[in-house]
């Protein structure tokens, strides 16, 4: 397994713009959960996701951002319109439960301009 | 609600030094605590968790529930050491993974 999988690496839109981030978690792990890290603030919890369930939004910053896990292969968090203070690199993480050992994807920088 | 708190941004010191990156956590159960690590320009992976209570890379954990704290301990530091840290803890029986600000740790050779 290659393991966790983001697309694409770098982005750089203008604002404005939508922006979407991919993500493949690694077969069979049933937890999905994406982050932003910055300088400021580390690594924080965006959303995650079990068994292609969203269960718990509540660190998504605003209704700007949507986050969709439509099969266990593939979920994508959306910005529209994104911001300058969007930027950040964004994380997409995979586990096989909850409370086991969470594998990272190598994450997206984003840049809003 | 949980919260992990690594009050140090930074830290650095000298090769062969001891090193503790601490970390406090708020949680009303039974948590489980964890430390990852990110090394330059590589992702962020799991170094040791407290319910294996064991060492990796020289380094060890001890959970203090007491204290509610979860430090991370190293007797004599390594330039390969340098790295973000993140403390991180999932409720138990829950599946919510919280990270704390993260601590760069710098070794001075």
């Known amino acids: 397994d290659a393991g966790v999988i983001q697309s694409p690496r770098h982005e750089v839109t203008e604002m404005g713009q939508e922006v979407t981030l991919r993500c493949k978690p690694i077969?069979?792990?049933?937890?999905l959960f994406w982050y932003r890290q910055t300088m400021m603030r580390g690594l924080e919890l965006l959303i995650y996701?079990?068994?292609?369930?969203?269960?718990?939004d509540s660190g998504m910053p605003e209704d700007r951002f949507s986050a969709k896990m439509p099969n266990a292969s593939f979920s994508t968090l959306k910005i529209q319109p994104s911001e300058p203070r969007d930027s950040a690199v964004y994380f997409c993480?995979?586990?096989?439960?909850?409370?086991?050992?969470?594998?990272f994807g190598q994450g997206t920088r984003l840049t809003v301009v | 609600a949980q919260r992990v708190t690594q009050p140090e941004k930074l830290l650095s010191v000298f090769k062969g030094a001891p090193v503790e990156l601490k970390c406090n956590y708020s949680?009303?159960?039974?948590?489980?605590l964890f430390w990852y690590v990110q090394y330059s320009r590589q992702r962020l992976q799991l170094l040791l968790r407290?319910?294996s209570r064991e060492s990796i890379k020289g380094f060890t954990a001890d959970l203090n529930k007491g204290e509610t704290s979860f430090h991370l301990k190293k007797p004599f530091a390594q330039e390969e050491d340098s790295a973000m840290y993140y403390c991180?803890?999932?409720?138990?029986?829950?599946?919510?993974?919280?990270f704390g600000q993260g601590t760069r740790l710098t070794i001075n050779p």
């Open positions: 077969s069979g792990h049933n937890s």
């Open positions: 407290h319910i």
């Open positions: 996701f079990n068994n292609n369930v969203p269960i718990d």
């Open positions: 993480a995979s586990s096989f439960s909850g409370a086991d050992e969470a594998f």
């Open positions: 991180a803890l999932i409720g138990k029986g829950a599946q919510k993974l919280v």
């Open positions: 949680y009303s159960g039974s948590p489980e």
